[in-house]
């Protein structure tokens, strides 16, 4: 498993503390763990999003495929026990 150094300041160590005291991880190695994981999925969830939109600019929906949706969702919310 790869080794990470990093500097951050004072206050975000406290932060930091704060948090494994109060039992939300158990150290900081799981809190930057965790941090970096989320910034991760994040990043990647943005850049595939970002794919689906310029795929969509490229090729928009036809009316066709549209009015298909807007039955497709009328039929849901008349599903509904409202």
């Known amino acids: 498993m790869a080794q990470v150094v990093a500097r951050i300041d004072d206050k975000l160590v406290h932060e930091l503390d704060s948090l494994i005291e109060d039992g939300v991880v158990a150290n900081r190695t799981e809190a930057v763990r965790r ?27 036809t009316e066709e495929e549209l009015a298909g949706l807007d039955r497709a969702t009328r039929a849901l919310i008349e599903e509904e026990a409202w």
């Open 35 to 61: 941090g970096l994981e989320g910034f991760v999925d994040a990043c990647r969830r943005r850049q595939i999003g970002a794919q689906i939109a310029e795929a969509y600019r490229r090729r928009p929906q």
